[in-house]
C-alpha cells in the first residue's frame, strides 16, 4: 500500500451503509479555469487530478463502483478546440493511469457512444477496458458521448429487434429484461450521485438508474472536489434514510432524527470555494 493510499485510510468514512455505486456529474471545470483568469481547458487538466483522487479514494474506501460522466452527447456542440481538448485529455489520462488502476484492481467500463469518438480515443479505450477486464475491485464506468434517453432508445431498439426475430415474448418486457440491454447492464444503480458546482439539475444522466438515488449538490467546482469533500458527502448519504417508497419504523426515524441532529453543518462540500483555496495534498 502507498503513503497516499495510508493516509486515505485515515479519511474512510463508515464501512456500514457505505454506498455500492456512486455516480459522480463532474461540472465547474471551466468556471473553475476563469475565476483563476485561465482557459477552460485548463480546468479540465485540473478536473483529471481531481478524477485521479476520486478513483484512487473510491476504491481505497471498498467502493463497488463510480461511474464519471465524462463528456455528454450535448457536449458535442462545444467549440471544436474545446471539444478536442478533452479528448487528448482522456487519450493522456488513460494513457498514464492504465497501469495504476491494474495496480488498484479497478475495472474499467465505459457508458455511451463511442462510434463518434476519435479512432485514438475509442482504440486507447477499446484496448484498457480489455487490459483491466480481469481485475476484481471496483469498476469505473466512464460515461463518454453518453446521453441517457439515447441509452435508453437503444435499450428499447434492441429488445424490439428481439420481439421482431421472434426470441423475445412481448410479456416477457420487464424491467430486468430493459436494464440488461442498458449500457450499464450488471452494474448496481447508484445509491448516491453527487454533481459538483452549484448545478441542480440531472442533465440527461442515467435518468433509468437513478429512480431511488440520493442526490447530493455541492457548490465547490469540480477541480477543487478532494478526497476529504469526497468523505464527507459519502457520510452525509450514510445519515439519509432511504425508504424506497416505504414507511420507516420507529427505530429507523429515531436513528435518523439523531443522525441528523448531529450532523455538522459546516462541512466543505457545501462551502462555494474562491480562488484562493489550495488544492488537496492528497493529489499526487
Ligand atoms: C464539466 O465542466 C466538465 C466536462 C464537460 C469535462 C470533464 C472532463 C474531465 C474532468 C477530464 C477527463 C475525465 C476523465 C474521466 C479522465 P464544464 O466544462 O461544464 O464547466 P463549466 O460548467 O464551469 O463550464
Redesign the pocket.
Known amino acids: 500500500m502507498t503513503e497516499i493510499e495510508r493516509s486515505l485510510q485515515e479519511l474512510a468514512p463508515a464501512r456500514q451503509n457505505l454506498p455500492r455505486h456512486i455516480a459522480i456529474i ?9 475565476l483563476r483568469g485561465m482557459p ?1 481547458v485548463f ?3 485540473r ?2 487530478d ?2 485521479r483522487g476520486v478513483v484512487r479514494a473510491a476504491s481505497v474506501w471498498g467502493i463497488e463502483a463510480l461511474t ?5 452527447e450535448e ?1 458535442w456542440g ?1 467549440p471544436r478546440a ?1 471539444v478536442s481538448a ?1 479528448f487528448k ?2 487519450n493522456q ?2 494513457m498514464k ?1 492504465r497501469e495504476e488502476l491494474k495496480r488498484q484492481n479497478v475495472r474499467l467500463r465505459v457508458m455511451g457512444d463511442l462510434t463518434r469518438l476519435p479512432e485514438q480515443t475509442a482504440t486507447l479505450i477499446r484496448d484498457a477496458v480489455s487490459y483491466l477486464s480481469e481485475c476484481s475491485g471496483m469498476t469505473l464506468n ?1 460515461g463518454i458521448s453518453y446521453g441517457s434517453r439515447s441509452e435508453i432508445i437503444n435499450s428499447c431498439r434492441s429488445i424490439a429487434q428481439g420481439v421482431r426475430e421472434g426470441t423475445i415474448e412481448p410479456d416477457e418486457i420487464d424491467e430486468t429484461l430493459f436494464e440488461s440491454r442498458l449500457d450499464t447492464a450488471g452494474l448496481p444503480d447508484p445509491d448516491l450521485v453527487i454533481r459538483t ?1 452549484g ?1 441542480q439539475r440531472v442533465s440527461n444522466f442515467m435518468l433509468w438508474q437513478i429512480s431511488y438515488a440520493e442526490f447530493l449538490f455541492s457548490p465547490v ?2 477541480p477543487d472536489f478532494n478526497e476529504e469533500i469526497f468523505a464527507e458527502a459519502i457520510t452525509e448519504f450514510q445519515r439519509r434514510a432511504r425508504r424506497f417508497g416505504k414507511i420507516p419504523d420507529e427505530t429507523e426515524l429515531a436513528s435518523v432524527r439523531s443522525n441528523r441532529d448531529s450532523a455538522p453543518v459546516d462541512t466543505k462540500l457545501h462551502q462555494a470555494q474562491t480562488s484562493s483555496s489550495a488544492p488537496s495534498d492528497l493529489h499526487a
Open positions: 463532474m461540472d465547474g471545470n471551466g468556471r473553475w479555469a476563469k477552460r480546468g479540465h487538466q478536473g483529471v481531481a478524477v464519471l460522466f465524462a463528456f455528454s457536449n462545444r474545446e478533452i485529455i482522456l489520462y488513460i493511469e466512464v458546482s448545478e467546482f469540480w
